[in-house]
């Protein structure tokens, strides 16, 4: 488990330098992330992955996002409102539509 929280953190303090547009080139963000080069390409291709739009700014040295993103780690609990919808599905499961405000209309939890 602590390797995978170590990847978390690594993602969140990545996340941030981002945001600050202070990640600076790829040898001073995997310094300053205490990783290896290699290990920082992989991260950066899992959040691409997962559809964070990361380009490199040459004019600032640093890695951007093209467009505003979150980045949540953790479970959260809270009241559904709106159009969300609670239904039961056939096997008397809890399902929950709600509207998601990115690039799916709905996201269909069961």
């Given amino acids: 488990m602590k390797k995978i929280e170590r990847q978390i953190e690594v993602i969140e303090r990545l996340n941030r ?3 600050l547009g202070k990640t600076g080139t790829p040898d001073q963000l995997s310094e300053k992330l205490e990783i290896s080069k290699a290990s920082l390409f992989q991260i950066l291709g899992v959040m691409k ?9 040459i004019t600032l ?15 959260y609990t809270r009241k559904l409102y709106g159009e969300e919808v609670l239904e039961v599905s056939s096997y008397n499961a809890q399902s929950i539509m709600m509207q998601v405000d990115f690039k799916y209309p709905s996201l269909r939890i069961v």
């Fill in 61 to 75: 040295q640093s890695y951007v996002y093209e467009e505003s993103v979150n980045f949540t780690y953790g479970f």
């Fill in 49 to 57: 992955q997962l559809n964070a739009p990361i380009v490199f700014d």
């Fill in 17 to 19: 330098l981002i945001r």
